[in-house]
T-cell receptor, first 116, second 107 residues
Framework: KAGVTQTPRYLIKTRGQQVTLSCSPI?????VSWYQQTPGQGLQFLFE???????NKGNFPGRFSGRQFSNSRSEMNVSTLELGDSALYLC???????????????FGNGTRLTVT | KNEVEQSPQNLTAQEGEFITINCSYS?????LHWLQQHPGGGIVSLFM???GKKKHGRLIATINIQEKHSSLHITASHPRDSAVYIC?????????FGKGTKLSVKP
């Protein structure tokens, strides 16, 4: 079974631009969650999608958004990029259906975003 | 105060030593996850716990719900165990992470 695939692996953008990151979950996984990792703040939860609906959302500004398609693939978008958005963005999929995070998480290798 | 606290922050061990990493949390949880992150960023899920104890190879994870505490043990440590170990708790739809424990195992 293929693992979680994130594209692209690396991305360089300038302030004010927008960016879209993609995550393809393991086949059969309907829950996809997104995380931001920075040296200062560590790992932080962005949002979780299940069956095309945003089920949970972390404490990030509205510039961070996402969506999930009928095949469970997910995208996240960051608009009006700021220098502080430079980070490793990770997604994870799981078999969780009812309560979130009650199944093991399978992480992708991440997208490293640099904002200049 | 962070909702998820890990200790120690850094740990250096000799090959073969028994290692314990601790995680304390202050919120109600639905589950607790232990994750391993190697240099380069890839994260692997080691355990998901909601009660009791789990074992996988040389790794053991325990959780005490009443005391809001979990431990990750590594028996017969090996240099390939060198990584950052992260505790994360599922709470009210959020996944809250500890700052991680950086483990270095010397041959």
């Amino acid at each position: 079974k293929a693992g979680v695939t994130q594209t692209p692996r690396y991305l360089i953008k300038t302030r004010g631009q927008q960016v879209t990151l993609s995550c393809s979950p393991i086949s059969g996984h309907r829950s996809v969650s997104w995380y931001q990792q920075t040296p200062g703040q560590g790992l932080q939860f962005l949002f979780e999608y299940f069956s095309e609906t945003q089920r949970n959302k972390g404490n990030f500004p509205g510039r961070f958004s996402g969506r999930q398609f009928s095949n469970s693939r997910s995208e996240m978008n960051v608009s009006t990029l700021e220098l502080g958005d430079s980070a490793l963005y990770l997604c994870a999929s799981s078999l969780s259906t009812g309560q979130s995070y009650n199944s093991p998480l399978h992480f992708g290798n991440g997208t490293r975003l640099t904002v200049t | 105060k962070n909702e998820v606290e890990q200790s120690p922050q850094n740990l250096t061990a000799q090959e073969g030593e028994f290692i314990t990493i601790n995680c304390s949390y202050s919120v109600g949880i639905s589950a607790l996850h232990w994750l391993q992150q190697h240099p380069g960023g890839g994260i692997v899920s080691l355990f998901m716990l909601s009660s009791g104890k789990k074992k996988h190879g040389r790794l053991i994870a325990t959780i005490n719900i009443q005391e809001k505490h979990s431990s990750l043990h590594i028996t017969a440590s090996h240099p390939r165990d060198s990584a950052v170990y992260i505790c994360a708790v599922g709470s009210q739809g959020n996944l809250i992470f500890g700052k991680g424990t950086k483990l270095s195992v010397k041959p």
